[in-house]
């Protein structure tokens, strides 16, 4: 089935220092990924849809300055929280969009920790 | 951001009963996704649901896309504890932007 590697799986940066966070697709190539930020014991809410090759599109409340996103290629996207602050820590997840048969399945990266001190 | 209403918020349930949770919107959806995630970790596809009354197993699970587009249900039966986790679903209408539940934390008492 299809496999998204997400990476790293946590990590631990100083406020003002910025992270890049991986997102790969690994068997099959995805033109959409999403975003999504988890809170402890909290749902998952979309950040922001990573289109390839062209900018992405972030929800409201989202700062997209903040929340840097690429998807140069048809199975990576990258999320950069720069400048980060501790309220920035938090657990991000990817997922991208893969034709599974006869609809669209949306399959998740493993998420990253991110405790920024 | 906008979110699903998900009952129960949790539960404890003996091993071998059989569990439900449901999933509520006040917006029609043209599919339904049933996760189940586990500590640490990102959400795993259980079932998913692309027409209304659809009813669709996989293993002890069974998921059902409401009539009305509006609302969707999973059960368990005979529960293990490996059943524990947090189950979350996703509606999304039209587009391929989904929106999540606000999650069934599910315990199982061996």
């Known amino acids: 089935g299809a496999v998204v590697s997400q990476h790293p799986s946590w990590v631990i940066c100083k406020s003002g220092t910025s992270v890049k966070i991986e997102c790969r697709s690994l068997?099959?190539?995805?033109?959409?990924m999403f975003w999504y930020r988890q809170f402890p014991k909290k749902s998952l809410m979309l950040m922001a849809t990573?289109?390839?090759?062209?900018?992405?599109?972030?929800e409201q409340g989202v700062e997209k300055d903040k929340f840097l996103i690429n998807h140069a290629s048809l199975t990576l996207s990258t999320l950069t929280v720069t400048s980060a602050h501790p309220e920035d820590s938090s657990f991000y997840i990817c997922?991208?969009?893969?034709?599974?048969?006869?609809?669209?399945?949306?399959?998740f990266g493993s998420g990253t920790r991110l405790t920024v001190v | 951001g906008q979110q699903l209403n998900q009952s129960p918020q949790s539960m404890f349930i003996q091993e071998g009963e059989d569990v439900s949770m449901n999933c509520t919107s006040s917006?029609?959806?043209?599919?339904w996704l049933w996760y189940k995630q586990e500590p640490g970790e990102g959400p795993v596809l259980l079932i998913a649901?692309?027409?209304?009354?659809e009813l669709t197993s996989n293993g002890r699970l069974t998921a059902q896309f409401g009539i009305t587009r509006k609302d969707s249900f999973l059960n368990i039966s005979a529960s293990i504890p490996s059943d524990v986790g947090i189950y979350f679903c996703?509606?999304?209408?039209?587009?391929?932007?989904?929106?999540f539940g606000t999650g069934t934390r599910l315990k199982v008492l061996a």
């Open positions: 990573s289109n390839e090759g062209s900018k992405a599109t972030y």
């Open positions: 649901l692309y027409k209304a009354g």
């Open positions: 917006s029609i959806f043209n599919t």
């Open positions: 997922s991208a969009r893969d034709f599974m048969g006869w609809n669209y399945g949306y399959t």
């Open positions: 068997d099959f190539q995805a033109t959409t």
């Open positions: 996703a509606g999304a209408s039209g587009t391929y932007k989904y929106i």
